[in-house]
């Protein structure tokens, strides 16, 4: 890909400031309706005690992670750590998180706006059934020990995935998330392989098991940042609606702006980098995918433009061909 690098940017993907409250909407809509299925799925992924091993798999490739999530008189605190891989923690208290690497003696200092596995919503929830149908309680499976019940969000176009759910009969908890492509083939899945719920979470499972007294210490700061004023112009799939314009220090002081889009379920990061002929040279245009994360790159005028998102390969180079760039010096 271009300047930044890939892990780079897939730890950015689904930053997407303060997500709306959705506990508020549940009581007045009807057991079967989506949005209040899918409130159940975030609240108890928002309000539960639990800690387990998550398995992410996509093709041949598994990867693992311990996860522990706890609630108590000051709020929401996590505890994410890799099993698989190039190691890597991350402990979260509400929306400030730090994340230690290991291998670089590193520690970065962030504020998160997204929840992940097992919560579900991206943003706004409201157009959802515009975009996906849903399909509730079409039987029940098991998975890490307990009984869950199966339904869907079909995709009703092909800018979008679809979605097939497990969530536990007893708390509403997300156990198992399957992605599909049009065609019905599985992309890729994420579900606990292990889970223990409260009273069984301690504090001491929520402790680091990392000295990091003399590491290097990083604090990564986003700015809002106006794009259109910049002279960008985004076509936007349809229900995709604009959720963060943000700026940032990528690697060695180079400056990023991205625009996150989001259709309540699929987020999509715009990445927008001046193009350097030195740095840049060998770099191409180009497409890649890492299992569900479909990326485009192209460049336009003297700027890398990179969209990102768990989304069709199609709708990312849609978007990225469709952004138009007007300079300062030509309105």
């Given at each position: 890909m271009s300047g930044l690098c890939l892990g780079f940017r897939l730890g950015v993907l689904l930053w997407l400031g303060s997500l709306v409250p959705l506990a508020q909407a549940q009581d007045t809509l009807p057991a079967d309706h989506p949005l209040s299925a899918l409130t159940q799925i975030q609240n108890a992924a928002r309000t539960?005690?639990?800690?387990?091993?998550?398995v992410y798999q996509q093709?041949?490739?598994?990867?693992?992670?311990?996860?522990?999530?706890?609630?108590?008189?000051?709020?929401?605190?996590?505890?994410?750590?890799?099993?698989?891989?190039?190691?890597?923690?991350?402990?979260?208290?509400?929306?400030?998180?730090?994340?230690?690497?290991?291998?670089?003696?590193?520690?970065?200092?962030?504020?998160?706006?997204?929840?992940?596995?097992?919560?579900?919503?991206?943003?706004?929830?409201?157009?959802?059934?515009?975009?996906?149908?849903?399909?509730?309680a079409l039987g029940t499976y098991r998975v890490a020990g307990r009984?869950?019940?199966?339904?869907?969000?079909?995709?009703?176009?092909?800018?979008?995935?679809?979605?097939?759910?497990?969530?536990?009969?007893?708390?509403h908890l997300l156990l198992r998330t399957q992605t599909f492509d049009q065609h019905g083939h599985l992309v890729d899945q994420l579900a606990f392989s292990r889970l223990k719920l409260s009273p069984d979470i301690k504090p001491a499972d929520m402790a680091s098991r990392h000295d990091v007294q003399g590491w290097t210490v990083h604090q990564e700061i986003h700015r809002s940042v106006d794009l259109l004023a910049q002279g960008w112009r985004f076509a936007l799939p349809p229900g995709f609606r604009p959720q963060a314009e943000i700026t940032y220090q990528?690697?060695?002081?180079?400056?990023?702006?991205?625009?996150?889009?989001?259709?309540?379920?699929?987020?999509?990061?715009?990445?927008?980098?001046?193009?350097?002929?030195?740095?840049?040279?060998?770099?191409?245009?180009?497409?890649?995918?890492?299992?569900?994360?479909?990326?485009?790159?192209?460049?336009?005028?003297?700027?890398?433009?990179?969209?990102?998102?768990?989304?069709p390969a199609q709708t990312v180079r849609d978007v990225v061909h469709a952004a138009q760039y007007v300079s300062k010096t030509v309105r």
């Open positions: 539960l005690d639990y800690a387990g091993i998550t093709g041949r490739s598994l990867q693992a992670a311990q996860l522990v999530h706890w609630v108590d008189g000051s709020g929401e605190r996590e505890r994410f750590e890799t099993l698989d891989g190039v190691p890597r923690e991350c402990l979260r208290e509400n929306r400030s998180e730090q994340c230690l690497y290991p291998d670089q003696r590193l520690v970065v200092h962030r504020t998160v706006g997204a929840d992940h596995f097992p919560a579900l919503l991206q943003a706004d929830p409201g157009l959802i059934s515009q975009h996906y149908e849903w399909r509730p009984d869950c019940m199966v339904s869907e969000l079909a995709a009703r176009d092909t800018l979008r995935y679809s979605y097939r759910l497990c969530t536990d009969l007893e708390n990528a690697n060695a002081g180079q400056s990023v702006d991205q625009l996150v889009i989001s259709d309540g379920l699929a987020a999509i990061s715009i990445f927008v980098e001046t193009f350097d002929p030195q740095r840049d040279q060998n770099l191409q245009e180009g497409s890649l995918r890492q299992g569900a994360i479909n990326i485009y790159r192209m460049r336009l005028a003297t700027y890398w433009l990179t969209a990102m998102g768990e989304v």
